[in-house]
């Protein structure tokens, strides 16, 4: 009985993605047939995969979203702990007014942001550019909040051992306590990665050159190509590239996965 | 020397916050509040500024547009909580008991999760073009070769709500879940010893229990119905079309600011889309607090 529901729940939320991904390898005119293919019986490997390539700069896209992701997964794990460390283990004046502080950043939804940090960004010169794509939302307060949590954890005499020892504060960082948190980084990563790699509002007003287009934007090429039909073949290729590197992250880290979003959601 | 060290030590701590507290000073707070006082103001960004004072957000409530995209947003947020709420957990129920294939069908069942919404939506373009899959899987049988799903004023705001629960609900079972397995067993198992029926468990068990999990995917599912955009962006027949009936305030935002580079009632309406997300976000405070 509960495995006929879950079997028919499943089946029903997994068939968008079943037929995206057999679209990518079908030929064109498959991707439409009605009644439906579910496998294709002309199987291609690579052409609409090629095809999407010669429609956009379908790899240029691919290189930016990864620059983009990076940096932002890279800036927020590493700046997070710090500053997560800071506020957990210091007892500085203002403390508690700057995490706030930090902390506040969290409510605001992107959407108030997005105007006045355009006209921000502008008068940096940075429209259209990388430091403009990329330098806004590449730090998230959510990396400070998770990292304070799991410093708080981490046993004082640890730090008083290394301080004994003669560590600085900033070498005891980078030696004890980056490796004690490294399982709740990875969590945190991933989670950056997934909402940097989706990010869609910000590439879209920032960004007009097609060649600092991210994949979330690009991906509108093939859906809604200007002055010409949708190219259906080539936008499931082009989605399935899109969904690759996040379906790698859950297959390699499904735990750490499941975590950094769980640990996300219940933040508040 | 050892005496000193301790009180210096401290400092350290605000070196290392500030890196964080300059760029978040810098991109988020300031921002912020330049978009508060943008909303007081007329601009087009190529004259200066124009301070109007409250005059963005008195013409907004006679502002057709502003009043068609707050009813859509209303209604989506509906559409996107209520089901949203109601599906997952009966699906983190489903999953939460042991039968055969369990792990590979959940793995199945969460696999929305996955692909950015950017992809969803291309993907449900053409799942949903009108004479695609999906008019097939549910018009072929009674002989309809056509449906507009998209470009119809009342099929297409569904459209939007059905392909956004099919990934959020998948998502919210994870929190549930989540929420499941913090249950203490001892607990069940009392209730089982008590002779009480599955559904007596539930709900005078488990669901008690989840207090904290239910207020959390409540409100978590309605931010984020309030701040959606990108389903109206791609999926839609033109963005917010057709007839502006799938215009959320998250795109009445884009389309003043940068279609009609009105920054200043752009700005207002995020301004108001924000105390409406606050407001969400103070309810669930308060019932945390309540429930102690």
């Not at chain 2, 409250?54 to 995209?69: G, H, I, K, P, V």
Request: proline residues 6%; neutral net charge; contains cysteine.
């Amino acid at each position: 009985m509960w495995f006929v529901c879950a079997a028919l729940a499943a089946t029903v939320f997994a068939f968008p993605i079943w037929f995206m991904v057999t679209s990518a390898f079908k030929a064109e005119p498959e991707v439409q047939a009605i009644p439906i293919h579910w496998l294709p019986h002309d199987f291609q490997w690579f052409a609409r995969f090629r095809e999407a390539a010669e429609f956009a700069p379908l790899w240029r896209y691919f290189f930016n979203s990864t620059l983009l992701s990076l940096v932002h997964v890279a800036v927020t794990v590493f700046f997070g702990a710090l500053a997560g460390f800071g506020f957990a283990k210091y007892k500085f004046p203002g403390r508690s007014f700057l995490f706030l502080f930090v902390i506040c950043t969290l409510m605001i939804p992107f959407q108030i942001l997005v105007v006045p940090l355009f006209i921000e960004v502008k008068a940096f010169g940075w429209e259209n550019s990388y430091p403009g794509l990329i330098i806004p939302g590449m730090m998230n307060a959510f990396g400070v909040f998770m990292m304070r949590q799991y410093a708080s954890d981490l046993p004082d005499e640890l730090l008083e051992a290394g301080r004994m020892d003669g560590a600085g504060e900033f070498h005891m960082f980078l030696r004890i306590v980056l490796p004690l948190l490294l399982p709740a980084l990875t969590s945190l990563a991933i989670i950056v990665f997934i909402w940097s790699w989706g990010a869609f509002l910000w590439p879209l007003v920032i960004v007009q050159d097609r060649e600092l287009n991210v994949l979330a934007v690009g991906l509108t090429n093939y859906s809604q190509p200007y002055q010409h039909a949708p190219m259906w073949g080539a936008a499931m290729a082009a989605s399935t590239v899109a969904t690759i590197p996040i379906a790698c992250l859950f297959v390699f880290f499904q735990r750490y996965f499941i975590k950094g979003l769980t640990a996300a959601a219940v933040k508040g | 020397m050892r005496r000193r060290k301790p009180i210096n030590r401290h400092w350290w701590g605000l070196i290392f916050v500030l890196p964080g507290v300059l760029y978040f000073a810098v991109f988020s707070i300031f921002p912020v509040l330049f978009g508060f006082t943008l909303s007081l103001t007329d601009y087009d960004l190529l004259d200066p500024p124009n301070w109007v004072g409250l005059d963005n957000f008195r013409e907004l409530f006679s502002d057709r547009l502003f009043l068609t995209a707050l009813g859509n947003t209303l209604v989506f947020v509906a559409g996107a909580t209520v089901p949203v709420w109601v599906a997952s957990l009966l699906a983190a129920l489903l999953f939460d008991q042991v039968f055969r294939g369990r792990t590979v069908l959940k793995t199945l069942f969460f696999l929305p999760v996955l692909p950015p919404v950017v992809v969803a939506a291309v993907v449900w373009r053409m799942l949903l073009h009108p004479n695609g899959v999906m008019t097939w899987l549910f018009g072929a049988w009674r002989g309809v070769t056509e449906i507009d799903w998209l470009s119809n004023t009342v099929l297409a705001p569904l459209s939007m709500i059905a392909v956004h629960d099919w990934a959020a609900i998948p998502f919210f079972m994870l929190i549930w879940l989540a929420g499941i397995v913090g249950i203490p067993p001892e607990l069940r198992d009392a209730a089982h010893t008590d002779g009480a029926t599955p559904l007596q468990t539930f709900w005078h068990v488990d669901l008690p229990q989840l207090r904290s999990t239910a207020v959390l995917v409540a409100t978590l599912s309605t931010i984020n119905a309030f701040q959606t955009f990108t389903l109206q962006y791609v999926l839609s027949t033109d963005p917010g079309g057709p007839a502006n009936s799938t215009l959320v305030l998250g795109l009445l935002v884009l389309k003043y600011g940068f279609q009609y580079f009105r920054m200043g009632d752009a700005a207002a309406v995020s301004v108001v889309l924000f105390a409406m997300i606050l407001a969400v976000t103070a309810g669930q405070l308060w019932f945390n607090r309540r429930a102690g």
